[in-house]
């Protein structure tokens, strides 16, 4: 029994305000081409001209302008689906784009006394300035620059007020509105709303963490450290609390700026490779990844040269393990090995409940003959991993976390190698890396190494199983030993015996009625009415009445 669910007071807030600013964009939009229109006075509409306003605009930058007045929460959505070309159209992921630069800065904020109260210093103490207006504004922090006593030129990240009870409430709000796209869109099903949802909770949620980010940024340091190709901005942990990271000042050009990339004798088609090369080598290599590389967050330093990745809050971790799965699927994928694909994901999966293996391979194979039809210059690594998301939904694969993580950032590192050389193909970056993977793995350390793990679980497993086996006869002895049999469609058996039951049942009943009837009819036993035995005829009516209920029963499970 469907139980009602009451709405929080948050989600209440969340939900007016949701609605209001929805109204305000798009309410005349909507009753321009709605007959209610005819009922609402004109004067209501002359009065409210910033609707009008509003209007003039195109639905695209409507919609980028609600994302940025619902808040934090909205902006980092349009954020990340700024890169979802396989999903919405380029008019629309232009305006989306914008959210990365052209976040709202915060209002009425009070810098120095954030900064003194979040520290527990006086605020010139270490400063010798803070700036009050705002470098740069973030859809979770804004970034204000500000100089050290001893001269050095940094910045502070400072996490928006009451940011985690908003983004609390904006996510119950989300979570019920994929609930029912996924329940009542077919359209929305394939694209996974609530698992795109859960995967996003749980990205903002580490964002959230400052703590977490320096501890990110100091590990990709000394992870890069002997790289000439790459520099990581300082951190002052001194300075810096789980609200506030205190940072290096980033004096660079955005990766995308490409005029101002030439202009300082840059080449963009050098900086596509070394960029694409440096993050599949964070994923390949360490096996640790910045999970955010939008243009907004890489930056080119004028004099040098080095690539400069900036904001470590997202950052993807793959364990020893599983970096050989990824090299595995690496491998299959281009050898089109299609069976062992299929065995590699029902082993890294968190959940499988594949219907048709058969169909699986099919919609595999169909991909792969996709690729391997395409000459590797027009291969667009992006589309095709947004596809393979997608054969894994119909198909029931549950991938995890990590794995999202990873298809995401490849799908943006490959935006920004499109944006710096228009011939980029991020396949060619990764030959290099595939010739290592296999002369690795035919290596004596690895084959040597792998068999003695080999040994070890076999040497583990002769070690525990007598133990096992007595465990289990002695549960025998004592009459413990329970064996759970599933009988899978038993339910679904019971339920249509029980309906084909109590249908026998009405029929039985009809007859009976329907017999006693004729009978009553045929005595004409009183009361009469008009000659016909008042009874009998109540019977009849109850006969059709019960029939007829059994036919529409029928009908209505297209059961005969």
């Known amino acids: 029994m469907a139980i009602l669910r009451i709405p929080t007071q948050k989600e209440i807030n969340r939900y007016a305000t949701l609605f209001n600013v929805l109204f305000k964009y798009g309410f005349e939009d909507v009753l321009s081409h709605s007959p209610i229109l005819k009922i609402i006075p004109k004067k209501y509409l002359e009065k409210h001209p910033e609707t009008k306003t509003n209007l003039s605009l195109s639905k695209y930058e409507r919609i980028r302008m609600v994302l ?101 409430a904006d996510l119950m709000v989300m979570k019920q509105v994929a609930d029912s796209l996924e329940k009542y869109s077919s359209q929305a099903q394939a694209y996974q709303p609530i698992r795109i949802i859960e995967s996003f909770e749980r990205s903002i949620k580490e964002e959230l963490q400052f703590a977490r980010e320096i501890d990110n940024t100091e590990r990709f340091a000394k992870n890069f450290a002997s790289n000439e190709f790459i520099h990581v901005p300082e951190v002052y942990k001194e300075l810096s609390t789980d609200k506030i990271i205190c940072m290096e000042f980033i004096d ?48 080119i330093l004028p ?177 413990k030993l329970e064996i759970i049999h599933e009988h899978k469609g038993l339910k679904e058996f019971q339920t249509a015996t029980s309906k084909a039951v109590n249908r026998l049942v009405f029929a039985v009943i009809i007859a009976t009625l329907s017999i006693g009837s004729s009978l009553l009819v045929m005595a004409k036993m009183p009361p009469l009415i008009n000659g016909i035995p008042l009874l009998g005829a109540i019977g009849f009516v109850l006969s059709a009445i019960l029939g007829f209920y059994i036919i529409i029963s029928i009908f209505r499970n297209d059961q005969f």
């Open 68 to 168: 940025e007045e619902l808040g934090p929460t909205y902006i980092k959505l349009g954020q990340i689906f700024s890169t979802r070309e396989d999903m919405l159209p380029l008019e629309l992921i232009n305006e989306l784009e914008k959210l990365q630069d052209h976040v709202p800065k915060l209002k009425d904020f009070d810098v120095l006394t954030t900064v003194e109260e979040e520290l527990g210093i006086e605020k010139f103490k270490y400063f010798a300035t803070i700036e009050l207006e705002p470098l740069a504004a973030a859809s979770l922090a804004q970034v204000h620059r500000a100089q050290l006593i001893n001269g050095e030129e940094v910045i502070l990240k400072i996490q928006r007020p009451n940011i985690t009870e908003i983004i609390e």
């Open 252 to 299: 660079g050009i955005k990766v995308s700026n490409v005029e101002a990339l030439i202009a300082a004798n840059i080449d963009p088609k050098a900086v596509a490779k070394i960029g694409v090369d440096l993050y599949i080598e964070q994923i390949l290599d360490f096996g640790f990844f910045h999970a955010d590389p939008h243009p907004g967050n890489i930056f």
């Open 303 to 479: 004099e040098s040269g080095k690539i400069c990745f900036l904001d470590f809050g997202m950052m993807g971790t793959i364990l020893p393990n599983e970096k050989e799965s990824i090299n595995d699927l690496l491998l299959y994928f281009l050898s089109k090995d299609v069976k062992k694909i299929i065995t590699l994901l029902e082993k890294i999966a968190i959940r499988t409940n594949i219907p048709d293996y058969k169909k699986l391979e099919q919609d595999l194979y169909q991909l792969l003959e996709g690729i391997s039809n395409t000459a590797i210059q027009n291969i667009k690594l992006g589309d095709t991993l947004s596809q393979f998301k997608i054969v894994l939904y119909e198909n029931k694969i549950i991938i995890p976390h990590y794995l999202y993580m990873l298809i995401r950032g490849i799908v943006l590192i490959e935006g920004v190698g499109l944006k710096l050389d228009s011939e980029f193909n991020i396949t060619k970056n990764l030959e290099p890396y595939t010739a290592k993977i296999l002369r690795k793995r035919f290596s004596l350390k690895y084959l040597f190494k792998k068999n003695l793990n080999r040994l070890k679980d076999i040497n583990a497993l002769a070690d525990t199983l007598p133990d096992d086996i007595n465990t289990i006869v002695k549960k025998i002895k004592d009459g």
